[in-house]
């Protein structure tokens, strides 16, 4: 398996990969850290004519705390926002599912917004940035927009980007101090594919009183799907038994989940009641 | 920009190599067919199996999912410089002593994740070893004496004592 032919194109800024991708519009894509793409490409299921290869713009890899979230450039790789102290303080959703993306050897490279851009339905980094309602920043040569999380993906493996437009920077929110999130994930094998995955916030006030819940699950549609059945169940309540395990059946009965190899639908909607339920019982825990 | 063929410039076990290839050309492809180092092996190609894992800067890399053109400059390490011309590596000599591998095809691979993880961390816990070598994939071990030979190494580089294995307790 060897990918088709391609020009190569190495900008040194942003600016410069936005007049790339202005100028081959479709017949391009941008390469970060490869990890996604360049499978795709081994095995021709995409064969891009140009390449525009920003891992020399050094402008876009940062992690910064801005305005009340951590601004994450496009050259960011997900091992050095594991390792990230910033990141572990002020966003400890993404911190607790990034070790779940990959293998230590695509961390090393793979970027956080390239597998946002990737868009998998069973990616985790979809599901945190729903949770948390990321904003995603778009770059192109006529200038920059900003979308939400829920904007930003369409359907699997597609994104809103137009042709040539990238995905410059995600903004996560910096948790609140009385906010709560947990990460899950269920997969065959360590490290294989994930059956389905759950990534919630909630806020709390006043002990178990949940003010707001956002829950982003994986695995049960065609992108990460927010449960607002369950988030309107949860919101307004005090968290106790009860209501998590009436939260857990719901997530069940109204989960549409994909139906393949690694497991079934029935199995997965199972699955989902069990994450929702387990997931709530931490946020409980931590709470009390 | 750039079309047809491109100069590349690596140091690849200590040593600076420049070659003339396409710009798809895969690092593992460069290694084994420009470089002749064909102890890196190819698995499947897409990522999942470990098979080529080399370092790149430092960190573990899959060598099929990177074009050599793209790292022009870098420093690779791949199984043939863990000890050079020199005895085995403590780490290869752990591996050999359990009895860590089979056909062999995926231990240079699990090598140099080994040496990646145990520089991050010198005194691993077993879940900790069972953690990183989800990197690889081996169809003969059943890894545990992977992990074994794993855990020799590691305290072999500390300088503490071995651990009593499987077959000596």
């Known amino acids: 398996m060897k990918p088709a032919s391609f020009k190569y194109c190495r900008p040194d800024s942003a600016e410069e990969a936005c007049s790339l991708l202005r100028e081959h519009g479709a017949d391009a894509r941008v390469l970060a850290g490869g990890q996604s793409l360049v499978p795709l490409m ?11 290869d920003i ?80 904003r995603f920043v778009i770059a192109s040569s006529r200038g920059k927009r900003e979308v939400g999380a829920e904007e930003f993906f369409i359907s699997a493996l ?21 906010s709560a999130s947990v990460f899950l994930e269920i997969s065959n094998r ?12 909630v806020e709390m006030s006043e002990g178990r009183h949940c003010s707001q819940a956002r829950l982003a699950a994986m695995g049960t549609g065609d992108t990460t799907t927010r449960l607002k059945e369950v988030e309107t169940l949860l919101e307004g309540q005090t968290l106790d038994g009860a209501i998590i395990d009436e939260a ?10 994909l139906d393949d190899v690694h497991a079934s639908a029935a199995y997965r909607r199972q699955v989902m009641g069990s994450l929702v339920k387990r997931a709530l019982r931490r946020v409980l825990e931590r709470a009390s | 920009m750039t079309a047809g063929k491109v100069t590349v410039r690596l140091t690849v076990n200590g040593k600076a190599y420049s070659r003339e290839v396409e710009p798809r050309y895969l690092l593992a492809d460069f290694l084994r067919h ?5 102890g890196t092996h190819i698995g499947c190609e897409h990522g999942v199996c470990g098979a080529c894992t080399v370092l790149i800067d430092g960190k573990t890399a899959r060598s099929c999912l990177q074009f050599a053109v793209a790292l022009d400059g870098a420093e690779v390490t791949t199984v043939e410089g863990i000890a050079g011309d020199g005895p085995l590596h403590p780490i290869q000599e752990a591996f050999h002593e359990a009895h860590a591998l089979q056909c062999g095809y995926c231990t240079p ?54 651990v009593a294995t499987e077959r000596t307790r």
């Open chain 1, 55 to 134: 891992n020399r713009c050094s402008d876009l890899a940062y992690l910064r705390e801005e305005d009340g979230t951590v601004a994450c450039g496009a050259l960011t790789r997900q091992g050095d926002a594991e390792f990230s102290a910033l990141v572990a303080e002020q966003v400890p959703l993404l911190a607790a599912a990034l070790p779940h993306v990959g293998v230590r050897a695509s961390r090393n490279f793979g970027t956080v917004c390239g597998s946002l851009a990737h868009a998998d339905p069973l990616g985790e980094l979809p599901s945190v940035a729903m949770a948390l309602d990321a």
């Open chain 1, 42 to 52: 081994n095995m021709r299921i995409l064969q891009p004519r140009v390449l525009i």
């Open chain 2, 34 to 38: 420009e470089l002749h180092l064909t």
């Open chain 1, 248 to 257: 857990g059946a719901l997530a069940t009965r109204m989960a549409e989940p």
């Open chain 1, 158 to 178: 597609t994104n809103c980007l137009a042709p040539d437009e990238m995905l410059a920077e995600v903004r996560f929110p910096v948790a609140r101090a009385r």
């Open chain 1, 190 to 201: 360590a490290h294989g594919f994930a059956v389905a995955g759950l990534a919630i916030c």
């Open chain 2, 109 to 162: 691979g699990f090598l140099l994740t080994t040496v990646e993880f145990l520089r991050r961390n010198p005194t691993p816990t077993r879940a900790e070893i069972r953690e990183a070598l989800t990197n690889n994939m081996c169809r003969c071990t059943g890894y545990l004496n992977i992990i074994e030979a794993v855990e020799n190494a590691a305290r072999r580089l500390s300088g503490a004592g071995e």
